[in-house]
């Protein structure tokens, strides 16, 4: 590939990579470019997670690309539909044509005298390293590490006989059929596999150090069902679409503004779905607020049917041992295992481990404040892609690869060949991640920040980001436009300079009173969780 030139580099053929290609190739048949894919193959999470039972833990309306409405029968989707779905995507848009796969980034270094990345990639499949240069480097890689996933220190797992997994890297060759499966954890993994195993196992303990709320959906959308039969997709997909917006939207509102009520309704669902007298509160009751963590939606209610049928239990307590038959814990009681499955959450990984240079000085993303929460203070033309927490990842993935469309045709349309955006001049910084799971709280020294209003602040508001970023002003005071070569603004931007900005594109040191803040914490250390 030598050091081949394109208008945009695409990292990372997932969900979003997918995404972004064809909102090139949609809004900007014009633009040449690349995707770069580290694995072997498109989709991404969708295609490295196969433990059993797989599956959205979002609605696929939502999940789904806006541009192509999701033909299956189910609303909660398997892994399996998802990833075929992403790879006809890539099809049907030519996505595929302009691919790469087992190209893994290493660096890129952004030169303001010809406006372009020098992107540095190892092809894993033939052990030497490629270069290419592009005019805007947009990053689609997720935000955890795909080699690894995260496994705390297991007392005394050494005596262990059985056979301990990771979900991240499931072998093919487990069968589980009449085993004893104990699974340590209690987010969204856990609460997909233990109901799935449960099918075959002789029988499955979910043991969580705390609980997680779990809340039932049904895996097919009524409304949905009944406008297929109705109306042509394209009619029947937005409006699905947005309900499910709207509910959603309402559900973390009303988490946030009276976690009181939504505690209370979630506890009496639950309730109802396991047997009389079953511990609630002790195994499906957190301490912590709704959405403080991320909500583990279970399709009609499995989880607490493998309950309810004895198929499955759950264990609220804390490792004390390993033993040579299964796992012993604090209370002394002994959960005997055949396997043993450590559902125990992700190592975040920011731009998947790429590094950024601008100008020779290294980028450290701890010191950079987001932009519309896709572009990085003092790293000119470049995005990435984090969806929201509380929402579809999707949603916002859309947005970010429709607005960078729109910057695209702006500097087209003005001449100027360079977007960067500017740090906050004052006020309180937080991590771009707002969530209290555990995979978070292990790597705040590692996350960009944002700041407390727009252009700066994520709301985790679709709603308000689709006036933000397909109908608002694409010059503000958070962001200079200019020309290879130069350091000021053309006038097409904010008048602001770049003071404060250090050579690493960092954000000032806040001044006294504007700390940078983790976010706010619960009454108790949350239990480390998986948000797939």
């Known amino acids: 590939m030598g050091s081949e030139h394109v208008d945009v580099l695409i990292v990372g053929a997932g969900l979003s990579g997918v995404g972004a290609a064809c909102h090139l190739r949609r809004t900007c048949p014009d633009k040449t470019y690349a995707v770069l894919e580290a694995r ?7 295609d490295l997670f196969r433990y059993p039972g797989i599956r959205s833990d979002s609605d696929m309306f939502t999940l789904g690309y806006s541009f192509k409405p999701w033909p299956g029968p189910k609303s909660i989707a398997d892994g399996d539909s998802i990833r075929d779905y992403v790879q006809a995507t890539a099809r049907e848009y030519g996505v595929t044509e302009h691919l790469r796969l087992h190209h893994r980034v290493l660096a890129a270094q952004w030169d303001s005298a010809t406006a372009r990345w020098t992107v540095r990639a190892h092809r894993d499949d033939t052990g030497e390293d490629v270069t290419l240069t592009c005019g805007f480097l ?9 080699d690894a996933g995260y496994t ?10 059985g056979r301990l997994v990771h979900p991240q890297h499931w072998p093919a060759d487990l069968d589980h059929t009449g085993q004893r499966v104990v699974v340590i954890g209690s987010g969204a993994t856990a609460v997909t596999l233990v109901p799935a195993l449960a ?15 779990v809340f039932p959906l049904p895996s097919r959308d009524r409304l949905a069902d009944a406008l297929r039969a109705r109306l042509p997709a394209r009619v029947a997909y937005p409006v699905v679409r947005w309900k499910n917006v709207l509910f959603n939207t309402v559900t973390f509102q009303l988490s946030r503004r009276a976690p009181k009520l939504v505690k209370g309704v979630l506890r009496r669902v639950a309730k109802r779905r396991l047997p009389a007298g079953y511990d609630v509160d002790r195994h499906f009751s957190p301490r912590y607020d709704p959405w403080d963590q991320r909500l583990c939606v279970a399709p009609d209610g499995d989880l607490f049917a493998a309950v309810a049928a004895g198929r499955a239990s759950v264990v609220t307590d804390r490792i ?54 896709m572009m990085l203070s003092g790293v000119p033309n470049f995005a990435l892609t984090v969806g929201y927490t ?87 005071a958070g962001v200079r436009f200019s020309r290879a070569g130069t350091g000021g603004a053309t006038g097409t931007g904010g008048t602001r300079g770049t003071a ?33």
């Open 199 to 213: 099918e075959r196992a002789a029988h499955v303990t979910m043991l969580q150090r705390s609980p997680t709320y």
């Open 138 to 146: 947009f990053t689609c890689a997720g935000y955890y590490r795909y």
């Open 320 to 373: 004390d041992t390993f033993t040579a038959t299964g796992v012993r814990v604090a209370s002394g009681a002994e959960l005997p295992a055949d396997v043993v499955v450590t559902a125990t959450g992700l190592n975040l990984l920011m731009l998947g481990g790429m590094t950024l240079t601008v100008d020779g000085a290294p980028v450290d993303l701890a010191r950079t404040v987001a932009y519309k929460g």
């Open 500 to 532: 404060g900005i250090g050579a690493t594109g960092a954000a000032p040191t806040p001044a006294p009173g504007a700390a940078v803040a983790a976010p706010a914490r619960s009454a108790t250390p949350p239990t480390p969780e998986d948000p797939a």
């Open 390 to 476: 509380n929402a579809s990842w999707t949603l916002k993935a859309d947005l970010v690869a429709a607005y960078v469309c729109r910057l695209l045709r702006h500097l087209d349309a003005t001449g100027d060949q360079v977007v960067t955006p500017l740090p906050p001049e004052a006020g309180p910084l937080v991590p771009l991640i707002d969530l209290r799971s555990g995979y978070v709280l292990r790597s705040l020294d590692a996350l960009p920040k944002q700041g407390s209003a727009a252009p700066w602040r994520l709301h985790q508001n679709y709603a308000r980001d689709v006036l933000l970023m397909r109908h608002g002003r694409l010059t503000d």
């Open 40 to 46: 072997g193959a498109i989709g991404g999470t969708w």
């Open 152 to 161: 705390p220190d297991l007392p005394g797992v050494e005596k262990f006989t």
